[in-house]
């Protein structure tokens, strides 16, 4: 079945490191990619998506470039900061006649000053 | 505040109850979708409905049913409550373009405690 895996946390990072949080897929069909962060005590945003292969979404200096060949979104920034700290989820979306999204586990940032 | 609101915030019950949870998505959204997050199931799609029909579906339970009303507010009932239904429950809407994905604006979810 449709599925998303991405890497466990929590991960815990010093300011200004580079963040690197794993994505893969498996899907039947060919879906759109995303990227969605949630902060303590909120409903989770999106930050970043991309809808056919080789596409890169990018937003506020998180990157990720979508990968048909290795089923992967992964998620990267340069320089954390320390209100990066949120939980970080990958997603996928596939149209079914109405767009059903399944998410990964979610990787939980800390980044310390 | 993405413009999508949720109510009750919070909601204790007991076991065997029936609840009503209740989604206002943006003005102009035609798309409402509702998501079960628990801490050993994660974040799990349940339905989708546009301008007041079912459009997908995902782990949705017999117990639990859902429908979008002609103003396009939703509501997701959850019935004969057993403890491993509390979750936190969060609404999304889109914008109307049912052809192609649509950002989804997140509610602040409600918290279901069963007790």
């Known amino acids: 079945g449709d599925s998303v895996t991405q890497m466990e946390g929590p991960v815990t990072l010093s300011e200004e490191a580079f963040l690197t949080i794993n994505c893969t897929y498996t899907?039947?069909?060919?879906?759109?990619l995303f990227w969605y962060v949630q902060y303590p005590g909120e409903g989770l945003q999106l930050l970043l998506k991309?809808?056919?292969?080789?596409d890169k979404g990018s937003n506020k200096g998180f990157e990720a470039t979508y990968r048909k060949e290795t089923t992967s979104f992964h998620l990267e920034k340069g320089s954390v900061q320390v209100s990066d700290s949120a939980v970080y989820f990958c997603?996928?979306?596939?149209?079914?006649?109405?767009?059903?999204?399944?998410f990964g586990a979610g990787t939980r940032l800390f980044v310390k000053a | 505040d993405s413009g999508v609101t949720q109510t009750p915030k919070h909601l204790i019950t007991a076991t065997g109850q029936r609840v009503t949870l209740r989604c206002s998505p943006r003005?102009?959204?035609?798309?409402v979708y509702w998501y079960q997050q628990s801490l050993d199931q994660g974040l799990q799609f349940l339905i989708q409905?546009?301008?007041?029909?079912?459009?997908a579906k995902g782990n949705i339970l017999e117990r639990f049913s859902a429908q979008q009303f002609p103003d396009l507010h939703s509501e997701l009932n959850l019935s004969s409550l057993e403890l491993g239904d509390s979750a936190l429950y969060f609404c999304?809407?889109?914008?109307?373009?049912?052809?192609?994905?649509?950002?989804?604006?997140f509610g602040p979810g409600t918290r279901l405690t069963v007790l």
């Open positions: 999304a809407s889109s914008a109307n373009r049912i052809s192609s994905y649509n950002e989804q604006f």
């Open positions: 899907a039947t069909g060919y879906p759109s």
């Open positions: 991309a809808t056919k292969a080789d």
């Open positions: 997603a996928l979306s596939l149209n079914t006649g109405g767009f059903k999204t399944i």
């Open positions: 003005s102009g959204d035609l798309s």
């Open positions: 409905y546009y301008n007041g029909e079912e459009r």
